[in-house]
């Protein structure tokens, strides 16, 4: 840092000695040095504003079920097989469900749910820890299958201030990535390509994910 401050005191004798004021050194400093500051936080993020309406309705939604005892997760649990369509479940496990995220982060984003109605982490039991980590592994080789993706983003939130959309259920998240899949226009216009139907994916993934 003590080198740049002295390149600068440099160019303001050089470049702008008839005008070395306060003023005019702030303004060097905000070139040179802002421009930095935002390249260390310009950090590649994933941009959802799509599900900000999702995320808006969340409390109401929330506080809603509650009074209800309403889980959608659980609804599609309980619901009988001939439903897995229009409860987007992809296929059952043992312990666990593989359901298609109905706001979707990318294109083949699908959740991993144990099948009891629980929010600790700490409360799954190990044969359901097995179960969901034998599935996730499914899960990621069904889907590189179907799209080849880049990468994986797999992960939990845990409790509303981490961003669980429906804390009182634990469920896993899978989400492939592509280079590239946040682009300009998620940024610029609040626009965000998912180019893949829901539902084909649903049934494409049933398919690989049944047959084993
Ligand atoms: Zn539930």
Not at 53 to 70: A, G, P, S
Not at 177 to 193: E, L, P, S, Y
Request: hydrophobic share 40%; aromatic share 8%.
């Amino acid at each position: 840092m003590f080198h740049k401050l002295l390149f600068l005191q440099y160019i303001m004798q050089t470049v702008c000695k008839y005008c070395a004021n306060i003023l005019c050194e702030s303004i060097i400093f905000f070139v040179i040095f802002v421009p930095k500051k935002q390249k260390i936080n310009n950090m590649e993020r994933i941009w959802s504003p799509w599900r900000s309406q999702y995320i808006d309705n969340l409390n109401d939604n929330d506080k809603k079920n509650k009074i209800e005892k309403k889980c959608f997760l659980c609804d599609a649990i309980n619901s009988d097989g001939n439903s897995n369509k229009e409860n987007l479940i992809v296929a059952r496990r043992e312990k666990c469900i593989i359901i298609m995220n109905k706001y979707p982060y990318n294109s083949g984003h699908t959740l991993i749910v144990p099948l009891r109605h629980i929010a600790d982490f700490l409360e799954l039991e190990n044969e359901e820890l097995v179960s969901i980590m034998n599935t996730i592994q499914e899960v990621v080789a069904a889907i590189k299958q179907l799209f080849n993706p880049h990468g994986f983003n797999i992960g939990i939130n845990i409790g509303q201030s981490a961003g669980a959309g429906l804390p009182d259920h634990l469920h896993f998240h899978i989400v492939p990535r592509w280079n590239g899949d946040a682009n300009f226009t998620t940024t610029v216009a609040d626009i965000k390509i998912i180019s893949h139907s829901i539902e084909d994916t649903r049934a494409k993934l049933a398919e690989i994910l049944i047959q084993k």
